[in-house]
């Protein structure tokens, strides 16, 4: 099998993998409300830890973060082209973005996106993990967490690997996952964001 048709097939694989909602299975699981009829309705490990209880938050951080981990580990061990290993890592952040199974409408990407760097560079991985955690942990917003730490996301990846495909890549990464806090950054402009220590 040639290096290309590989690739793609494990970029299909890496999408539908990063499909998995893993904050309605969960909820689903374990009785809990649905996450996307409260709060912001989002999918994603802030609003369910609102909506449904840390037990499911922390299951939905783990499995959205360990499937982009997942994805980005194997492509970091080397049977795949460079180029190929980091769309496929953009793929799992593409399925969890626009998740094939809820018609698009996906969450907003931060701890698949987190996950996906620390699988393929663990070193880049833990100091995006730290800017997160370090900036939520001041500020007390989530958002503002995740958008410092994909801001930086390129001008980390670069001074990290000098390496051109790989930055391009981590600009792409933030402009996605950017975009998808646009409501959030309005809201933190107009000082009406919840913080964590709100429930809603």
Request: net charge positive; hydrophobic share 50%.
């Given at each position: 099998m040639?290096p290309?048709?590989l690739?793609?097939?494990?970029?299909?694989?890496?999408?539908?993998?990063?499909?998995?909602?893993?904050?309605?299975?969960f909820?689903?699981?374990?009785?809990?409300?649905d996450?996307?009829?409260?709060?912001?309705?989002n999918?994603?490990?802030?609003?369910?830890?609102?909506?449904?209880?840390?037990?499911v938050g922390?299951?939905?951080?783990?499995?959205?973060?360990?499937?982009?981990?997942?994805?980005?580990?194997?492509?970091?061990?080397?049977?795949?082209?460079?180029?190929?290993?980091?769309?496929?890592?953009?793929?799992?952040?593409?399925?969890?973005?626009?998740?094939?199974?809820?018609?698009?409408h996906?969450g907003?990407?931060v701890?698949?996106?987190?996950g996906?760097?620390?699988?393929?560079?663990?070193?880049?991985?833990l100091?995006?993990?730290?800017?997160?955690?370090?900036?939520?942990?001041?500020?007390?917003y989530?958002?503002?967490?995740?958008?410092?730490?994909f801001?930086a996301?390129?001008v980390?990846?670069w001074f990290m690997?000098?390496?051109?495909?790989?930055?391009?890549?981590?600009?792409?990464?933030?402009?996605l996952?950017?975009?998808?806090?646009k409501?959030?950054?309005?809201?933190?402009?107009?000082?009406?964001?919840p913080?964590?220590?709100?429930?809603?």
């Amino acid at each position: 099998m040639s290096p290309e048709i590989l690739g793609l097939f494990f970029c299909f694989g890496a999408y539908v993998l990063g499909s998995i909602p893993f904050g309605l299975v969960f909820s689903h699981l374990l009785g809990a409300p649905d996450p996307r009829q409260a709060g912001s309705g989002n999918i994603g490990f802030t609003n369910v830890i609102r909506v449904c209880g840390k037990k499911v938050g922390f299951l939905t951080l783990a499995g959205d973060l360990g499937k982009g981990w997942l994805v980005g580990w194997l492509a970091g061990l080397e049977f795949l082209p460079t180029l190929w290993a980091l769309l496929a890592v953009l793929s799992v952040v593409l399925g969890h973005l626009f998740p094939i199974f809820l018609k698009l409408h996906g969450g907003k990407g931060v701890a698949t996106g987190l996950g996906g760097i620390l699988g393929i560079h663990f070193p880049m991985g833990l100091v995006l993990v730290a800017i997160w955690v370090g900036t939520v942990g001041i500020w007390r917003y989530s958002s503002g967490g995740a958008l410092m730490a994909f801001g930086a996301l390129p001008v980390v990846s670069w001074f990290m690997t000098v390496d051109l495909q790989f930055t391009l890549f981590s600009l792409v990464v933030s402009i996605l996952v950017i975009g998808k806090h646009k409501g959030n950054i309005v809201r933190l402009l107009n000082g009406t964001e919840p913080s964590i220590d709100r429930s809603s």
